[in-house]
């Protein structure tokens, strides 16, 4: 055998109608099994100590592996009671574009060819989606983590004109950022990675709706600039992870303009609220940002993995990562033209073809299909707040903005409610009838509901509620507290 083709493309057309039927089975009755499961400790083991295989292993045996020992034991987040984690739920469509773009195998750094003109479609309609001018700059990434690294990045090399932080670092220049006390820890990494420094990080308290406060952000950076730092971003957040809350961004944008500073928006599932006619006025702002990061595997429901980053003006991402290499010498015609090439405004040279997915879910669900799955989701968070509301033995425990309701069971006698709320969403795990996650709120640990996946209805509310009661109610009769 002399390449890894296969020697008989009949028997492998006919496996492979097995696998794609197999997946769009699964994914049609996903609802019918458990959100998740335990992994049993013998399949985990057989991953653990597989020895590196010398000889091939017959594709339909991978297969029947892969359909045994993995399809059971996933996270889940394809399910419509999946409620923990902000995990978009997919579709059937985006496994079929997925599908397509490992078969193309298109490397997407850059040259000549259709697959980049697909990727720049992609990041024009994110401009357009988000109120950013056309000849904004952008980059498919594989997340809101990677896109805050890249807007940072940008957004520390912008303040030293001509790149003198690329060639001799940030030579001892004390900069500083500001973001919310609850902005998300990948702003922090991003600050790590980018050798500025966690303590460079400023955290913002918040105001009662756990928004940043505006005024304690002024008096910040008056603070700082007193002692003789250089504040260099503000970092607002389009719903937070912890609540689902929108920093005021209309007055941050005003602030930043005003103190010369970058704007900075991480909109990672909250940016899609937008594309809703009833939510998009709580982002008013975000459009006037100056770079803004956000997720399509989120609300937008395209397959896992494809984040985002727009920089509203031209030439800022090239002078923040764009290198002059022999051996990726641009041209003026032949497969080394058309420049800027996608490693020019990011870290990656090596980038798979995500825009294939991103383009079929854009194109094929249209931005009225995708801000009806934003409003029906927020729908359902509404319906779980009031059920909440409705109930004695439960409290919300954080105002309802978007689509994710904190709220706890209340303890009774005397039980410690934090270690209850934490043991009741573990049993909820392990019963397989829903999976929400965890947080703190004002120092309480709450449950945490977000709700995301297009396939979640009011029934699943009611669903996850009713078991959360009869689990509630056997630790009581344990001993162990429960509802009243």
């Excluded at 602030?255 to 939510?279: C, N, P, Q, T």
């Excluded at 934090?418 to 829903?434: I, P, Q, R, Y």
Aim: charged share 20%; hydrophobic share 45%; with cysteine.
């Amino acid at each position: 055998m002399s390449n890894l083709d296969p020697e008989d493309w009949e028997s492998l057309r006919a496996i492979g109608h097995s696998m794609l039927d197999g997946m769009l089975d699964n994914i049609r009755s996903v609802a019918q099994g458990p959100v998740w499961q335990p992994p049993p400790e013998a399949v985990r083991g057989m991953f653990q100590t597989a020895p590196l295989p010398q000889a091939g292993t017959d594709l339909a045996q991978l297969y029947q592996q892969f359909m045994r020992d993995v399809v059971p034991y996933a996270v889940g987040n394809r399910h419509p009671r999946f409620m923990g984690w902000v995990h978009g739920g997919g579709t059937a469509q985006g496994m079929l574009a997925e599908m397509l773009a490992a078969g193309l195998n298109a490397n997407l750094g850059g040259r000549n060819h259709i697959p980049v003109d697909v990727e720049r479609m992609v990041i024009r309609w994110a401009a357009s989606m988000f109120g950013f001018p056309q000849e904004a700059t952008g980059l498919l990434v594989t997340g809101s983590s990677m896109a805050n690294f890249i807007a940072i990045l940008t957004a520390s090399r912008a303040v030293a004109e001509g790149g003198a932080i690329r060639q001799a670092g940030l030579s001892g220049r004390p900069l500083v950022g500001y973001a919310c006390a609850s902005a998300h820890g990948c702003i922090a990494r991003a600050f790590d990675m980018a050798g500025l420094g966690t303590q460079a990080l400023r955290r913002v308290p918040m105001d009662a709706d756990f928004r940043m406060d505006v005024r304690a952000l002024e008096c910040m950076i008056a603070a700082d600039r007193a002692q003789g730092l250089e504040p260099f971003v503000v970092i607002g957040t389009a719903g937070t992870v912890d609540v689902g809350a929108v920093d005021p961004l209309d007055a941050l944008a005003d602030l930043a303009a005003r103190e010369k500073l970058w704007f900075h928006v991480d909109g990672a599932f909250g940016a899609m609220a937008r594309l809703s006619e009833a939510y998009a006025p709580l982002l008013h702002g975000m459009e006037r940002a100056d770079s803004l990061a956000f997720d399509f595997h989120k609300w937008a429901q395209v397959p896992y993995d494809a984040g985002c980053v727009l920089v509203r003006e031209p030439g800022r991402q090239a002078a923040a990562f764009a290198q002059s290499l022999d051996y990726l010498s641009r041209e003026d015609r032949g497969l080394a033209a058309q420049a800027p090439w996608f490693c020019d405004f990011g870290p990656d040279l090596s980038r798979g073809f995500r825009a294939l997915k991103v383009w079929f879910a854009i194109a094929g669900f249209g931005t009225d299909g995708l801000g009806a799955v934003v409003t029906r989701s927020c729908a359902v968070a509404r319906y779980l707040a009031m059920r909440v509301n409705a109930l004695p033995w439960l409290e919300l425990m954080a105002p309802v903005v978007l689509n994710v309701v904190c709220f706890r069971v209340v303890a009774l006698q005397a039980y410690d409610p934090d270690w209850l709320n934490a043991e009741l969403v573990k049993d909820l795990h392990e019963s397989g009838v829903a999976a929400p996650s965890t947080t703190k709120v004002n120092g309480q640990v709450v449950i945490r509901a977000a709700l995301v996946n297009h396939r979640t209805t009011e029934h699943d509310v009611d669903i996850m509620l009713d078991m959360l009661h009869s689990l509630a109610t056997a630790r009581q009769s344990e001993g162990q507290a429960g509802p009243g």
